[in-house]
């Protein structure tokens, strides 16, 4: 064989394995009331795991435009999962040992990170090197999980459906951040940011260093609430404002724009739906009846801080 | 520009609160067709980039091991624990988590915390712990409040703690894309000049914390 011993093809069948586990679950789950629409969409994401790698572009395109129908027209729902009523007493017996799995998975992750690049075995690299620390997150997962398993006496029967728990609270969600960074390639394909840069440049008022400054935080913070993306807004502000005004005709420092200019978008991150893994996902891991709360709650942070951005690069750009 | 039509879906849809999968899908449609391909064409598009973006969703393995820590406990014991201590409000502990959470990212420790490993099972449950002990009888809005809190400390720590640390992702990005326009700056640099809304980001979000507190506390007078 060619190419690294572990790549990422090595997360993506235990992954494809795990939600077949929850589509086949869902299936015989009486409980929940949708359970045939659940099946059909565990089933899919299982599949787009476990044999995407094969199946032409158009298939591929078709699972998650399927998905997105089942979830879109309310055809699935969640089980009961009953939970054992005695959680505090095994709280107290377990104690801070229930603390050791919870940490297995980022101290491996950090160690794996450090120690695995260049790790040779027979002359191919033991992980691929462009994946090590999503490998070396799988591997802690693992790890762990195994620990947890022994520490409890517990069964993989209990751990998937434990799993499947959370996954039915966090339900089509968990799909989302996926889903838009294949519409972020969409979007690229159309060179819809190319279309936003040149009506920022053409329509923002530039011709003071000061509206220079604010177009450009502010365009960041917008594009990025657009796209979701404070890497895709990056590109396109920067080449349509920074670049040519702030550094070009106003001699601004470059450090300082692009530096302050990607926290700007940051910023833009904090307040919209689209940036999903930090937005709507903690939301429905937390089962908050509102999937905008966490948005709600980060939105005076962001815009108080985009404010701060924006005085904070006129203040330095024009000065170092 | 009929490009932007695939954007108008978004905001509209978002706006309509319609299914969020079924707004992406919709506007990959919209886009794709609006730039001039046809339906199979947009679809494949679509296609290879979900295929090649299934690594974002690799994080979930990690649900039956948080399922498992859950079953035997793990909530009720970090409850436990911030019971122990008086001094304990919710603020204060959120303050505490996001000062570990930017040191950790500034220094590359990105993976040190997130939603499902760290705010559900540990951050959040603590939290509302100490917010049900500054104000008993909690009420449900407050107790979303709280827990919204968590999340959203979670996400600040890491925005404006990452660019401190020279080999993060958007560090690299910023610096390829102002080479390719002739202009080299060091990684340190651009880490250097994220300090200061670093700072900014730590004052602003952590008053805003202790000020939870005073609310949660105003609501226990009443």
Request: with cysteine; hydrophobic share 55%; charged share 10%.
């Amino acid at each position: 064989m060619s190419g690294p011993w572990i790549g990422l093809d090595v997360l993506y069948v235990l992954a494809g394995l795990l939600f077949a586990v929850f589509a086949v679950a869902s299936l015989l789950d009486r409980t929940n009331p949708k359970r045939f629409g659940s099946a059909l969409f565990w089933g899919l994401f299982a599949a787009s795991f476990l044999v995407g790698s094969y199946l032409p572009d158009v298939v591929n395109g078709g699972i998650m435009v399927a998905m997105a129908l089942t979830a879109g027209f309310n055809l699935m729902s969640r089980g009961e999962h009953p939970q054992p009523v005695d959680k505090p007493q095994r709280a107290e017996r377990w104690g801070n040992r229930l603390f050791i799995p919870a940490l297995i998975p980022p101290v491996v992750t950090l160690l794996g990170t450090l120690t695995l690049k260049g790790v040779e075995v027979s002359g191919h690299p033991l992980v691929d090197p462009k994946q090590v620390t999503l490998i070396s997150l799988g591997a802690g997962i693992l790890l762990a999980t195994a620990v947890a398993l022994i520490m409890f006496r517990a069964s993989p029967v209990t751990a998937t459906r434990e799993g499947r728990r959370l996954m039915d609270s966090v339900g089509w969600a968990g799909l989302l951040p996926q889903a838009l960074a294949a519409l972020g390639a969409v979007f690229a394909a159309g060179h819809v940011g190319d279309v936003i840069g040149g009506l920022a440049s053409d329509w923002l008022p530039l011709g003071t260093p000061l509206a220079a400054v604010c177009a450009y935080t502010l365009g960041m913070a917008l594009f990025t609430a657009i796209m979701g993306n404070a890497f895709a807004a990056f590109p396109v502000m920067t080449a349509a404002i920074g670049l040519p005004i702030i550094v070009g005709q106003f001699g601004g420092n470059p450090a300082i724009m692009g530096a302050i200019g990607m926290l700007s978008g940051f910023c833009g991150t904090l307040t919209t739906p689209m940036a999903a893994n930090f937005n709507i996902v903690p939301a429905a891991l937390l089962e908050l009846s509102d999937r905008n709360g966490v948005i709600k709650a980060q939105l005076p942070t962001a815009l108080m801080l985009l404010i701060a951005n924006t005085v904070l690069m006129y203040v330095l750009v024009y000065h170092f | 520009m009929w490009v932007l039509l695939g954007v108008a879906v978004v905001v509209v849809g978002f706006a309509a609160r319609l299914n969020p999968l079924l707004i992406v899908a919709g506007a990959a449609i919209v886009t794709g067709i609006a730039a001039g391909m046809d339906l199979l064409a947009t679809l494949a598009v679509l296609g290879k980039a979900f295929k090649d973006n299934r690594y974002i969703s690799v994080v979930w393995l990690i649900l039956p091991l948080i399922g498992l820590l859950e079953r035997e406990g793990l909530q009720e014991r970090a409850k436990a624990l911030i019971g122990k201590l008086r001094e304990a409000t919710a603020g204060r502990l959120l303050l505490i988590y996001l000062v570990i959470r930017q040191l950790a990212a500034a220094v590359g420790l990105t993976s040190l915390g997130g939603h499902a490993q760290m705010v559900r099972p540990l951050i959040a449950p603590m939290a509302e712990a100490a917010a049900e002990a500054q104000a008993p009888g909690l009420n449900p809005a407050q107790r979303e409040r709280v827990k919204a809190m968590a999340a959203a400390t979670d996400n600040v720590g890491l925005f404006f703690g990452e660019d401190i640390f020279i080999a993060i992702a958007s560090i690299l990005l910023i610096k390829g894309f102002l080479e390719e326009n002739g202009i080299v700056v060091e990684p340190l640099q651009l880490s250097m000049w994220a300090i200061p809304t670093a700072i900014l980001a730590l004052l602003i979000h952590g008053t805003r914390l202790l000020l939870l507190d005073r609310r949660l506390g105003r609501a226990a007078g009443q």
